[in-house]
């Protein structure tokens, strides 16, 4: 095999043209094999191949500084510096992560998982470089889909005029997660009908030198292009087409499924006949039945459908009444903050880790407008995942702006009652934060008004100990209850705080009277969270305060189980602490 003699790049510039294409063939194999085993980025890795190995052929990295956006398409830039092992040696399949990162390799520039950044950091990268009169390249590789960002667009425009050498190769496969949206892909498809020799260019009209390559997958054809390119002393875009998903059929064939793929999925021949019943599921279904009824509800979602169970046919169905906005999250609030003015009734879907990108977004033109938006946020919690797509940070970044409502369902009829609530509402823009947990139900409708805000459920009354578990750590709260009834004869007050933005000061005002111990339960990081908010309301009584939730801290890959006795999320450890405070309380008094 020829992989087994490429440990670096430069064991590549020995190697002939028919055998970096056997490399590029090899590569894929063992791509296919480790995504399916562990899962991962499926179809963005193998379309990216061929011009993976021609970088590393044509450029000297880490001399020359590869910048990639997203690093959806890194396994392939990987292999070829060093880290094959990951990748064929399936004992290490899970020692590197998923994304680029600078401590594995010096090949790696920066921790990037999120989209529309790598020109904006090769420009800066570029402009250090001139600072200090040196030489080498930069090179900015961007997905198509990735341009419809407004940091993509921003970083565009400034390396236009920055002057000096700078690559950007635009890696164009005519998709983003799902099918693109925008008017930018007028111009792409233009491009490709015409090899790149239309008039009307997005890249030239901006200033760019342009080059494209029509045959992406082609090794030979772009090594002869980026030569070309080597080494220049003014911004440079080379246009390259690719195919998604490349040299595997059912990939290719299916660009939206195979573009993130579970393990085993290559595997698996048939769909079970009846999907069970999950929150998306639930919502997928509220969406069609409200939408056939009134024409004025509108599903936005930026590039992300598949996270929300918005299927091709899903989206079919609701047409007009459904917008892709691409990658576009800041875009995507403003878009729906202005619907919902206008009478419209917009629920936009975003994922968790995504609603960072749109903070001012929410705070002026939504909050500061108060419209009457429905966000859905989903995949909220902590988790063990990447460092780049941690959900545990969204409830203080939302709950804390002025005049959103955000929510905590925890179960299916809680959930659909905030939603309808939130639908028909004018007053107020409304976050609901969906369960990233199996679907549970209590099996009666839920008849809250949700218009009388920061109002908590007591649904079990007790004494000396009061639980607040919180949205997904409602059922966590009542195992503490159950383990200090049986364990110690507490018979704590269990209640739902319903409201992550706002607390029940009666409520709490209450338990003072046969209360001395108060603690919080919550799937998210305590700093600015809703257990400080419980935390301040007691600062100045004999209360004391537990808060259990999340450090602020970025985890990268670790088993929540860890996190859970990290943090002292589980039973038995809360149920310790509690025990240990009451009894310093009970020495105190």
């Not at 020359?64 to 890194?74: E, L, P, T, Y």
């Not at 029509?214 to 772009?222: A, I, M, T, Y």
Request: aromatic share 8%.
């Amino acid at each position: 095999m020829i992989l087994e003699k490429v440990n670096s790049p430069q064991d590549l510039k020995t190697l002939s043209m028919s055998e970096l294409t056997a490399l590029a063939d090899e590569m894929r194999d063992v791509i296919v094999k480790k995504v399916n085993t562990t899962g991962g980025h499926f179809g963005p890795n193998l379309g990216i191949i061929e011009a993976t190995i021609a970088m590393h052929y044509v450029f000297n990295s880490p001399v020359d500084k590869i910048v990639f956006d997203v690093s959806h398409q890194c396994y392939p830039h990987k292999i070829l510096t060093g880290r094959k092992e990951g990748f064929t040696n399936p004992e290490k399949y899970l020692v590197y992560t998923g994304y680029t990162a600078p401590e594995e390799s010096p090949h790696d520039l920066f921790k990037v998982g999120h989209t529309s950044t790598s020109v904006s950091l090769a420009c800066g990268v570029a402009k250090a470089r001139d600072l200090r009169d040196e030489k080498y390249n930069v090179i900015a590789l961007i997905g198509d889909g990735s341009l419809t960002g407004g940091e993509a667009l921003e970083g565009l425009n400034n390396a236009a005029v920055l002057g000096g050498n700078i690559i950007i190769i635009v890696n164009d496969n005519d998709m983003s997660i799902a099918e693109n949206h925008g008017g930018i892909y007028d111009n792409l498809k233009l491009l490709r009908d015409t090899n790149g020799q239309a008039e009307n260019n997005f890249f030239t009209s901006m200033g760019f030198e342009y080059h494209y390559i029509g045959e992406g997958n082609n090794v030979e054809k772009v090594i002869e292009t980026l030569q070309k390119v080597k080494d220049t002393d003014h911004p440079v875009v080379v246009h390259l087409r690719t195919v998604k998903g490349h040299g595997c059929a059912v990939a290719e064939a299916n660009r939206e499924a195979f573009h993130y793929i579970m393990p085993g999925t290559l595997d698996k021949k048939d769909k079970p006949a009846v999907l069970p019943e999950d929150y998306n599921s639930i919502t997928t279904k509220y969406i069609l039945d409200k939408a056939a009824k009134d024409k004025n509800l509108i599903v936005v979602n930026p590039a992300t459908p598949g996270v929300h169970g918005f299927t091709p046919d899903f989206r079919a169905k609701l047409g007009r009444q459904y917008v892709d906005t691409g990658i576009a999250e800041e875009h995507a609030v403003a878009f729906s903050s202005a619907l919902a003015s206008q009478g419209a009734k917009p629920i936009l879907a975003i994922m968790t880790s995504f609603v960072q990108r749109t903070y001012d977004q929410l705070s002026q033109d939504l909050a500061l407008n108060n419209s009457p938006l429905t966000m859905l946020v989903y995949w909220g919690g902590l988790s063990g995942a990447d460092a780049t797509h941690l959900g545990s940070f969204d409830m203080s970044l939302i709950s804390n702006i002025p005049n959103i409502v955000y929510l905590a369902p925890t179960n299916k009829e809680e959930y659909l009652a905030m939603l309808d609530w939130s639908v028909e509402q004018t007053k107020y823009p409304v976050a609901i934060r969906v369960p990233f947990a199996p679907l549970t139900s209590s099996g009666v409708e839920d008849t809250t008004d949700y218009s009388k805000l920061n109002k908590s459920k007591v649904l079990e009354k007790g004494e000396e100990v009061a639980i607040l578990g919180l949205g997904t750590f409602a059922a966590k709260a009542k195992e503490v209850k159950d383990a200090l009834k049986n364990q110690f004869g507490i018979n704590a007050t269990l209640i739902n705080p319903v409201y992550i933005s706002g607390i029940d000061k009666e409520l709490l005002e209450s338990l003072k009277s046969n209360h001395s111990l108060v603690i919080t339960l919550e799937d998210g990081i305590l700093d600015g969270g809703f257990g400080e908010k419980v935390t301040r309301f007691y600062g100045n009584s004999e209360m004391k305060v537990l808060n259990f939730g999340g450090k602020k801290e970025f985890t990268d890959r670790v088993p929540l189980a860890t996190l859970y006795e990290r943090y002292h999320l589980t039973t038995e450890l809360i149920v310790k602490d509690t025990m240990e405070n009451l009894k310093c309380t009970l020495l105190k008094k």
